[in-house]
């Protein structure tokens, strides 16, 4: 679609990839109501997708887990859900992962706020009639684990992994509000 907001990480330096699956969303498909936000005239389970990943580069330490939308009607895209510090050891989140801290596995990861001021992950909620929204999953291999705290924007981890991205997973996927 012409009128689409690019990918804001192409505007980033180029970064090897890994590989990144889920069995709750396909890439290029339509998100499953389950993951659709539960608001804003809508009724989604506003759950988070089961997430998985593999082949990060040696020496890793570290991950920071995010959603994004490019096509919210705000100037500056939407960020749905950020994970923070998942360990190196760590190559998956269940679903539901986002629902909470306790819900993380390992130790020392955490949620950041989302743009619905929440600690955790909130599902899409584009406008009806708009157009399809992009949802960028993406897995960030870390060299260190970020030093921020949950109080942080999106926009603060975003430019702390500038700095400490080895390598980069994404899929992404899509939703409108359907026609009634």
């Known amino acids: 679609m012409a009128d689409r907001a690019p990918n804001p990480y192409e505007f980033l330096p180029e970064k090897p990839s890994f590989e990144l699956t889920s069995d709750d969303v396909s890439a290029e498909a339509t998100m499953p109501e389950a993951h659709i936000f539960d608001g804003f005239g809508l009724t989604g389970g506003n759950t988070s997708p089961h997430l998985r990943w593999s082949g990060a580069p040696e020496g890793t330490a570290g991950y920071v887990v995010s959603v994004f939308d490019p096509d919210a009607p705000t100037g500056s895209g939407f960020w749905h859900w950020v994970v923070v510090n998942l360990p190196a050891d760590v190559n998956e ?4 992962a986002g629902s909470g801290d306790a ?3 390992g130790s020392g990861a955490f949620h950041v706020r989302s743009d619905y001021g929440t600690h955790g992950y909130g599902g ?6 708009l157009k ?14 970020l030093e921020v705290t949950p109080d942080v924007s999106a926009a603060v981890i975003g430019f702390n992994l500038y700095f400490h991205t080895l390598a980069r997973a994404q899929f992404v996927t899509e939703y409108e509000i359907p026609e009634t």
């Open 93 to 96: 989140l269940p679903t539901g």
């Open 103 to 105: 819900a993380l596995p």
């Open 124 to 129: 899409p909620a584009p406008l009806a009639g």
């Open 132 to 145: 399809r929204h992009r949802y960028i999953f993406t897995v960030h291999a870390l060299d260190a684990p």
